[in-house]
């Protein structure tokens, strides 16, 4: 309970929605688009590809207008890395370049505020072939397709987000279609990836003063198990490591301490290249996006014991170091259908510990229920646990700014139904319901849910209205 008297939402909070180009977009090679390492990744059996997707490619028009009948003040999407330049590299493909121009038009027609991210999981796979982020190379084709963004859309872009949930492709690389089988490897991959960051978002404000840029990583906050000290330490490891590495590079410029300490002790610390120091200190963020669903909890993981099966691990669950830390379920906390813990207080917290660290403006760029939809024989979805959900989550962020966080947009995932990373069609968490099936297209049209008339009403009364 709290007994903090609630502020209002501020006048422009921008409310909206997300989504990422592999998962909604489809036309996977229309357009002059190359592959990514989404497109020809192995998938878990029985989850449909990323080939049509949503078909939000030919759909974006009617798309955008159910979300500006929703209300939305903006639309936070990504821009596939293959559509800009197919082989990572190489040419710039101009028609993927007009396709996001006509989708920013699109958003900026009906007054919605484009949010964008330049890197969502999709790597081109002409890079991968190369050796990916363990090589150096990569870097300079991240930050030349960057600078082609900013050139081409900056007029129009106020907002940017460099890497979404780059700490979950270096903790879940093997869930999410990235990452490596050495932890050396896999933070020198890391390493790179945070070089890369420092540099785009050093070009974003040499090439645009008004544009604002930061980091949009998974940021939840870790409970220890119990109340011994062991298990508190084990909770500030994994904080450490999961949470405050990836904050304390994109405000700070540097490794967190006891991160850094715990690469040391597990042989894996990244090599520095002779200027690495320098670059990452340039790098600053003006804001911190980043994506909440749950909580964590964790208990000591003493060396020696049964090792965790870091193949099962994903976003929420499944992580462990022997010596440091293993996760743990929490206990008390209620479960979606999917396995993953629900715990709208533990956002309030995170985003306090965010603010009360970096002191910097804060958006929240994914947060939702993914369910089973059921289409009713009368043409509705009754998504009253979406509804329960984001309802909650609203209120502890309600609650944070009431204690002095400066938050200033939120954007459920997802604005419209989209492939799951990991569970196909099958696990939706859109506002807008989208008439497929893992293996079967159907005519993919779109149905308004329960849940986009609610979050309709509470765009409308600026987030007074949540019944």
Known sequence: MSNTKHKAFPEHFLWGGSTSAYQVEGAWNEGGKGPSVQDVKQLPEGTSDFKVAADHYHHYQEDVALMAEMGFKSYRFSIAWTRIVPDGDGAINEEGIQFYQNLIDELLKHQIEPVVTVYHFDLPAALEEKGGWDNRETIDAFVRYCDILFDRFGDKVKYWQTINEQNMMILSGAAIGTGSDSMQKTYQQNHHMLVAQAKAMKHCHDKLAEAKIGPAP?????????????????????NALRNWLYLDMAVYGRYNHQAWAILEANDALPTFEPGDEEVLKAGKADFIAFNYYTSGTVEAYPVGEATTDEKTADQQKGQGIPGFFR???????EKTEFGWEIDPIGLRITANEIYSRYALPLMITENGLGGRDTFTEDGKVHDDYRIHYLREHIEQMQLA???????????????????????????????IYVNRSDFDLKDLSRIRKDSFYWYKDVIASNGENLK
């Open 218 to 238: 998974n940021i939840s906050i870790t409970y220890p198990k119990t109340n011994k000290p062991e298990d508190i330490q084990a909770a500030q490891c994994f």
């Open 327 to 333: 996760q743990v379920p929490h206990g008390d906390l």
């Open 401 to 431: 700014i009431s204690d002095g966080v400066e938050l200033f947009g939120y954007h459920p995932w997802s604005a419209i139904d989209l492939i799951s990373t990991h569970e196909g069609f099958r696990k939706r968490y859109g506002f």
